[in-house]
């Protein structure tokens, strides 16, 4: 939470101001104004607590960063797998840790260029990438085509804001996944209940169908889904199978 809040400062600020602001200016205004200003500031109030809240359970309290979810949609494990991040790694650490005999390679795909939110600008001057991590373009992965059995995206594709860049990445990673390997992404959905925490901030997420067109253009299918903390959505996203080899001759023949 304390991280959240460190990154994302601004808005925090602004919301208290808000709030701040409708409460002085109701007392100077008349009744029906005033009536507006302090509906106002019990809005931004609100919103203010509801968010913060709903991030301390998300990112605190819930198994988010546990990977029992992971655990579940994967049985086996990731096995050979690249873990994504765009300027904030939040995965490799605790899934090496938990799969230790399981080989993974870390991309990070920050561009101050396509990623300019101001959060994930400081995020990034706080946490540097973890030693050993490859620097990566989204429609360029520094990987071997058919070399990783899972791709781990954990709040790293939604930084790409152009529809474009993110399908791009979709397309990378079916590239390099092997026929039958996984697609794991992590993200916030705006959807009903993102938008009911977070109110206009559920707008910097991408609706669930965005994700599952992007999967479609690059041939990968959904195979399961899992709902984390509540607000949090990883949807396992599958390559075609290996196509099935052909019975080897028995060398016995038919009678005519």
């Not at 600008?121 to 973890?130: F, G, I």
């Not at 959905?189 to 991408?206: C, E, I, K, S």
Request: proline letters at 9%; a positive charge.
């Amino acid at each position: 939470m304390r991280e959240v809040v460190r990154y994302n400062w601004p808005l925090y600020a602004a919301g208290g101001l808000a709030a701040g602001a409708g409460l002085l200016l109701s007392r100077r205004l008349p009744r029906p104004a005033a009536g507006l200003a302090r509906a106002g500031a019990a809005a931004a109030a609100a919103l203010l607590a509801s968010s913060t809240a709903a991030t301390w359970w998300v990112y605190d309290r819930s198994e988010l960063r546990t990977f029992d979810w992971l655990a579940e949609l994967l049985p086996a494990g990731p096995g050979e797998h690249l873990v994504l991040s765009s300027g904030l790694d939040e995965a490799s650490r605790p899934v090496a840790a938990r799969w230790p005999q399981h080989p993974q390679t870390v991309v990070d795909l920050y561009d101050p260029v396509l990623m300019t939110e101001g959060s994930i600008r400081r995020a990034r001057r706080h946490v540097p990438p973890a030693p050993g991590t490859l620097p990566g373009r989204h429609d360029r992965l520094p990987v071997a085509t058919d070399s990783a059995d899972t791709v781990l995206a954990v709040f790293a594709a939604h930084e790409l804001r152009r529809t474009g860049d993110r399908h791009g990445l979709f397309a990378e990673c079916a590239r390099v996944l092997r026929p039958g390997g996984r697609l794991v992404l992590v993200e916030h959905l705006r959807d009903a209940a993102n938008t009911a925490v977070y109110g206009p901030g559920a707008q910097h997420f991408f609706p669930r169908q965005d994700w599952l067109r992007a999967a479609t253009g690059a041939g990968l299918h959904l195979a399961a889904q899992r709902r984390i903390g509540g607000l949090v959505t990883a949807l396992v996203l599958a390559a075609p199978a290996p196509a099935p080899t052909a019975a080897a001759p028995t060398g016995k023949h038919l009678a005519p």
